[in-house]
C-alpha cells in the first residue's frame, strides 16, 4: 500500500529493442566541431544558450572524431580541405551522420570556381542539407530534428 501510494498506478511499459536503440541514439548524438567559414558562427550560436543544443543531449561539440556520430559541415570546403573532411569522417565510428550546414557546403554557394568543391556530397555522403547564406540556427535545429527522424526510421535490419 505505501509504494502505491507514493508511485501511483503507473502500470508496465512496453517497447522493442530496436526503438530503445534508436531513442538512445537520438539522445546521446555528438556532434563534431568542424566550422570551415562564415556557417560556423551560426553553429555556434545554435550551441549558445539562446537557442541551447543541449535540450538535445548535444551538452558539447567534440574535437575528435573518434567521439562524434554527427559531423556538421558549416562552411565552404576548398579542394585542399577535402581530403581532411573525408580522413575526419572516415575516422568517425558507424552510426554516423553528416549535415551539410549552408549553401556553400551543400552546393558550392557563390564561389563557382576551381578552388571550392560545389557541394561536401562529392566527398562524403549527406543526410540532411540546410540552405541558406548564412543559415539562422533555428534552420539547424530543424536540421537535426531531420536527423533523429532518420534514425528514428532505421530498422534493426539495416544496423551494421
Sequence with gaps: ????????????????VQSLMNWSRTKSMWPMSFGLACCAIEMMATEASH????????????ASPRQS?????A?????????????LYDQMPDPKWVIALGDCAACGGVFNNYAILQGVDEII????????????????????????????????SDWK
Design 1 to 16: 500500500m505505501g509504494i502505491e501510494r507514493k508511485t501511483g498506478n503507473m502500470g508496465i511499459l512496453t517497447t522493442t
Design 125 to 156: 555522403p549527406v543526410d540532411v542539407y540546410i540552405a541558406g547564406c548564412p543559415p539562422r540556427p533555428e534552420g539547424l535545429l530543424n536540421g537535426i530534428l531531420l536527423v533523429y527522424d532518420l534514425v528514428n526510421k532505421e530498422k534493426a
Design 51 to 62: 537557442y541551447d543544443m543541449s535540450r538535445f543531449g548535444m551538452e558539447l561539440m567534440r
Design 69 to 73: 556520430d554527427l559531423m556538421i559541415v
Design 75 to 87: 562552411g565552404r570546403v576548398a579542394q585542399k580541405m577535402a581530403p581532411v573532411v573525408r580522413n
